[in-house]
């Protein structure tokens, strides 16, 4: 039975890799329940779950800077459902925690890439090893009750992360939105991130494709209002106690832009 469980995860784990991660509120204004419900999954296209997010880094920070862990939290097949009520009026914060994923060694063979995700199989013979890396995945959102405030939005400083400058609970459509990317809390330039609005898919074109400045600036507007994912994909090397050489970070954060 056991052997039986650890496949079945293995499984997951492996479709998981070839899918985007989301974390997407029900509400980004939540009721004065103060009650929040999310929904954490990886899919090909947003917002339609297919692969649960499982991890247990689950956490949610409050107004006050605060870390929490999160009221409910029940992982099904193809989502994972957050709920947690809100104590504090302002700006919450919630995040998957950095979820380690399967390692991925790539090849090339007669001319076609190729992949072997479990690290006891060898490469084909004849094949030319490419990268040999494993994925780091984290997706968070923000939702405020009453008057947004800032002090959840603060970097983690750790890993890759979107910090936002414009509010994430104050977009509106055809007006600026100021953002910066991070890595270990330092600005990271040259690096692309894609925005997809919701019902897309991330082998369609993105419905911005920005490259961040010198500085890991990212300025923006988003025409139509709607629900949007932005999503960002870095290869760094692995500390020196990793198993593989290289990680292969990404982030995501869904957003709702207003009229």
């Not at 939540?30 to 990886?42: D, H, K, M, N, Q």
């Not at 780091?136 to 959102?141: G, H, I, K, R, Y």
């Not at 330092?186 to 082998?203: C, H, N, T, Y």
């Not at 994912?229 to 020196?240: G, Q, T």
Request: glycine share 6%; charged share 20%.
């Amino acid at each position: 039975m056991r052997c039986f469980a650890a496949v079945c995860l293995l499984g997951l784990s492996m479709q998981a890799m070839s899918h985007t991660p989301y974390l997407l509120p029900a509400d980004f204004e939540v009721p004065r329940s103060g009650w929040v419900s999310l929904e954490a999954s990886f899919a090909d296209t947003f917002f339609v779950p297919e692969v649960a997010f499982n991890n247990d880094g689950y956490q949610v920070i409050a107004p006050d800077g605060r870390p929490h862990t999160p009221d409910t939290l029940f992982t099904g097949r193809v989502r994972t459902l957050v709920e947690h009520q809100l104590q504090q009026e302002g700006t919450w914060r919630f995040s998957t925690g950095q979820r380690y994923g399967a390692e991925f060694r790539t090849y090339l063979l007669n001319g076609r890439r190729g992949s072997v995700r479990d690290p006891s199989q060898p490469l084909p013979e004849g094949a030319e090893p490419l990268a040999h890396f494993q994925a780091v995945t984290l997706a968070e959102a923000y939702v405020s009750l009453g008057q947004p405030n800032e002090r959840a939005l603060q970097p983690h400083g750790q890993g890759l992360e979107l910090v936002f400058q414009t509010h994430p609970n104050s977009l509106f459509a055809a007006e600026p939105i100021e953002l910066q990317l991070l890595f270990d809390g330092k600005p990271l330039p040259e690096q692309v991130v894609r925005v997809f609005a919701a019902g897309s898919d991330d082998d369609s074109p993105a419905e911005l494709e920005l490259e961040s400045d010198a500085l890991g600036s990212l300025r923006f507007q988003l025409q139509q209002p709607g629900r949007y994912l932005l999503l960002s994909r870095y290869r760094h090397p692995a500390p020196e106690t990793a198993s593989v050489p290289e990680y292969s970070y990404s982030y995501s954060v869904v957003i709702d832009v207003t009229h």
